[in-house]
């Protein structure tokens, strides 16, 4: 994975996040046009254009979670040049994490495939680890072997051809809400360079402060 990896946030508690995870905590970029991938080279300009259009969103205090959210979804589906994209949020009455809104290929079809058990007996499993940790993760090449071992069956099975993904965990304190998801169907070496970093968690910041505010 050629990606350099950034301090992830401080985990309180956890089982910890295999190399293979570390090198691919959010930590790679060009100009105008787009990389083989599918990601836009003006990523970053994308980017900042959706964190203002957030902010100003939830400028007056009347934005509620259930727009924040679509807003931010939609911004990193489109700056970072996804196939398919959606939110996961836990269902506590149901121990699961569902997918709640979606965009991109097969969104309808993929959206209901997209629900797990919030806890497994194993711990090697990359979206779990993602939240435990609450780290932000750049998969660029979903391949790869030790990647693989750490996909659960549910991933392999709904989504075979995701080459490259990222996942974003929305923990509040202890509790551990969902995350993002977002996949290409070509690996993207490209990585995510630290000013576009940034940007992704300003975004998740104020889904943060939206999901706090209830």
């Known amino acids: 994975m050629n990606l350099r990896p950034l301090p992830p946030p401080a985990a309180e508690e956890g089982t910890g996040l295999p190399d293979v995870l570390l090198l691919a905590a959010l930590g790679g970029g ?39 959210i679509p807003a931010v979804l939609e911004t990193l589906y489109q700056a970072l040049g996804f196939r398919f994209a959606t939110v996961c949020l836990k269902d506590a009455r149901l121990g699961q994490y569902r997918a709640r809104v979606s965009f991109g290929a097969e969104q309808a079809r993929l959206q209901a495939g997209f629900a797990f058990p919030a806890a497994t007996p194993s711990a090697r499993d990359l979206f779990l680890l993602a939240m435990e940790n609450d780290a932000d993760l750049m998969i660029a090449d979903a391949a790869t072997p030790k990647i693989r071992e750490l996909l659960p069956g549910w991933h392999r099975s709904l989504l075979p051809d995701a080459k490259s993904f990222i996942v974003l965990p929305l923990t509040v304190g202890q509790a551990r809400l969902g995350f993002f998801y977002a996949d290409r169907a070509l690996p993207a070496p490209e990585g995510v360079p630290p000013d576009e970093t940034a940007l992704i968690r300003a975004l998740k910041r104020q889904v943060l402060a939206a999901l706090d505010a209830g």
């Open 30 to 68: 060009d100009e105008d046009g787009v990389h083989p991938s599918g990601k836009p080279k003006n990523a970053r300009e994308l980017l900042l254009a959706g964190v203002q259009d957030v902010t100003q969103l939830r400028a007056g205090g009347r934005a509620r979670v259930n727009e924040v």
